[in-house]
């Protein structure tokens, strides 16, 4: 049906195993493959697989998780089923519902799912072989809407997050990259990527998040936490934190973006990107609280895409799922260059059209009429921007 022409001068390729759609957190837990089906749907049904190149890729197998993972964190996480869980870890059980302690941070945010790693090893084997393509030139731009899962941590599951698939593709890049920018919009803080990156100059950390300790997950972040204090630690002023407060609209959200990415690659001189395009910082998610349209959200890809580095490119959070795949897919047609010829009425015959149906056959709803006033004010706003390029001035690419 639809075929869109590849884009000139550069190769990007669409990495998804549609495995990742049979797996299911629980009825009532927000994180939902189906948004990953609805994106695909998008995708397939514009035409724009016919300007990547795609690969379903094989899931990571347990030796590349461990180049990340703590061993015995991979070994619990390849056996734990929900039937064998109480058994191995009788302390799990506080009663007819729920886990009472956390053992490997698993609980009511990250249960044990049947088929919870092959879940696991599907969305991280795709970053891996995004992060490969990359590596030898086989690709410019590589996708992977499937993975993002930015909290885990060396040897704990947190926040919807089992393995840490943007560390592993990082360390991938690596091998072939002196330095990778990673730039995380997820409305949550990027903490497990931070960590994981926290002591070494190689890779710096940029998470723009609604922060309030007290209230909001993970409740880290804050503007001053930029990489160890120690003046000998490599890591020292490597690590960006962008806190915001409710609201935050497509007009402020650009110019801080901006403000702050820019300087950040004309600095650090990143060799490659990593972007995380958690989709819960778009205006009517579930659990995010900023006020960003599906364009305001894009405008972020576009910008970081404007440099013409290798780019490997995540989803991450999104909880409304229709909404979730809009942006996902209007930033993959970014990517390949067709966003401005895409009609932005849907596609009158496509799978799971009717999911659609309350916003209009739209790509671009209007997200910001909604109950969040912005509270993030223009001296906010630069005393970020300032913070950020007083910090910027103590490293060298
Ligand atoms: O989008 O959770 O607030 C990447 C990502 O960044 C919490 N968790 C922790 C602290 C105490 N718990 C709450 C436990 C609740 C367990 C179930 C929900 C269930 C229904 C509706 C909302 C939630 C929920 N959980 C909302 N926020 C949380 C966070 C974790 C957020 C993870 C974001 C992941 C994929
Ligand atoms: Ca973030
Ligand atoms: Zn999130």
Redo the contacts with the bound molecule.
Sequence with gaps: ANSISRPKGYRVSWHYNPAVENHHFGQ????KPWRLTLTKSLVLSYGMHTAMDTYIPRAATKEELAEFHKDSYVDFLSVATPQNIYEMYPELAAGPTGYSSAIFGV???CPIFDGLFAFCATYTGASIDAARKLCNKQSDIAINWSG????AKKAEAS???YVNDIVLAILQLLRHHPRVLYIDI???HGDGVEQAFWSTDRVMCVSFHKYDREVF??GTGPLESTGPIHPDNPGKNYTINVPLNDGIDDEGYAYLFQNVVEPTIKTFNPTAIVLQC?A?SLGHD??GCFNLNIRGHGNCVSFVKSFGLPMLVVG???YTPRNVARAWAHETSILIGADKTLNPDLPEFMPHREAFRREGFTLFPNLSAWKKDNMNTRADVEKIIRHVREQLAYIRG
């Design positions: 009532t837990h927000p994180m609980g009511d945010d993002g899962l930015h909290h926040g919807f997050c997820d409305v949550h997950f993970p958690g819960d579930r659990l991450g959070g999104g």
